[in-house]
């Protein structure tokens, strides 16, 4: 099921790829991205470590989205992982919401997911600890406490 | 015929400029919120300027700080006295250099990117942060030291950046509801907009461009 949704997802003329992620910053499966697993799990941090800190303001984020010229990022966060995707074309951002959408709904429906999830599940605020931050960031999130 | 207008949309520097290098000599009255303010040119020099309870160049330089306000110029008139006797030029550059260093003009830098942006609909709060988390300017008052979360979240979008071998994004958008907050850079700072979580990027985006621009 998870492998059918990234490769719909992938078929979207104009999508370079997409990849789904747990709160340990594991990637699960990637469909069409070119990157490594090790660059994706940089990512996936830096994500995570947004979304804790919003977790700690009391904010859930549901959605991060970033815009380049023409590159999009879109990453779909629900509560135990996160869908990643990256885009080339403006022109397909609405379809390709919806697809994400639909994907979204469907995995948090599929059993045998959630199944292999729940042993993965861990606290995103891991990412916030001192010794992965640099100053800058440290001296941020300082502040908000 | 009197030259009339408002600051918003010729701006005083543009002003002093244009009657010294016409050789005029002429009146420009400027009203701001009720308040008057004068100064005079002769033969296209800026001789005597008033604006309570400043005269002279400090007055020129209060104008200066103005970003909106009526004015009016009428041919003709003389001063009525000489309190200035700097050369147009220098004037101008020494009254625009204090200023870019006045907490006044800080405080109103951002007011017309503001007055832009709120005509998008569904704008509820617009902030701007440098990268500390410092706010330079906002809408309306802060709360949860959020200006901190939007500081730390712009970092990590650099970073994010990086990954991909690309600069820092055009913009950012986090929907945590009920809000999508929208992230862009602005000269050293970080514009932090708050819309309503329904927004649509794609309406929106195209709109806080050229409000942006």
């Not at chain 1, 078929?11 to 594991?26: F, L």
């Amino acid at each position: 099921m998870l492998k059918r949704w990234l490769k719909e997802i992938t078929n979207i003329d104009g999508v370079e790829g997409v990849y789904v992620a747990t709160n340990r910053a594991d990637i699960v499966n990637t469909s069409g991205l070119k990157f490594s697993d090790d660059e994706l799990r940089d990512l996936t941090k830096r994500f995570l470590r947004i979304i804790a800190a919003f977790d700690y303001n009391n904010e859930r984020i549901t959605e991060l989205e970033y815009y380049w010229q023409n590159y999009f990022l879109i990453c779909k966060n629900s509560n135990h992982f996160m869908l990643v995707t990256v885009c080339r074309s403006p022109n397909v951002l609405s379809l390709l919401r919806i697809t994400l959408n639909v994907a979204m709904a469907n995995l948090l429906e599929d059993r045998k997911f959630n199944k292999w999830l729940k042993s993965h599940i861990a606290d995103r605020g891991f990412f916030l600890r001192k010794e992965g931050l640099t100053l800058a960031e440290e001296k941020l999130l300082a502040k908000l406490k | 015929m009197a030259l009339v207008g408002n600051l918003k949309d010729l701006k005083l520097h543009s002003l002093i400029q244009l009657n010294c290098m016409e050789r005029n000599t002429a009146k420009l009255t400027i009203e701001n919120a009720g308040k008057y303010g004068f100064v005079y040119f002769e033969d296209g020099q800026v001789v005597h300027a008033e604006f309570e309870p400043e005269i002279g160049e400090k007055a020129i330089a209060a104008l200066l700080s103005l970003y909106s306000g009526n004015f009016k110029v009428v041919s003709g008139i003389r001063a009525p006295a000489k309190t200035i006797h700097k050369h147009w030029n220098n004037l101008l550059l020494d009254s625009l250099n204090e200023l870019d260093n006045t907490d006044v003009n800080k405080e109103h830098q951002f007011d017309h990117m503001f007055d832009r942006l709120f005509t998008v609909k569904d704008m509820q709060m617009v902030m701007v942060i440098d990268k500390e988390g410092k706010i330079a300017a906002c809408s309306s008052d802060v709360k949860d030291k959020k200006n901190y979360l939007f500081a730390f979240s712009q970092l990590e979008a650099e970073k994010i950046g990086e990954v991909f071998t690309r600069q820092i994004p055009e913009f950012i958008s986090i929907a945590a509801s009920p809000h999508k907050y929208i992230f862009t850079s602005y000269n050293q700072f970080y514009v932090v907009m708050m819309m309503d979580i329904k927004v649509k990027m794609d309406v929106v985006l195209p709109l806080l461009k050229q409000a942006l621009s």
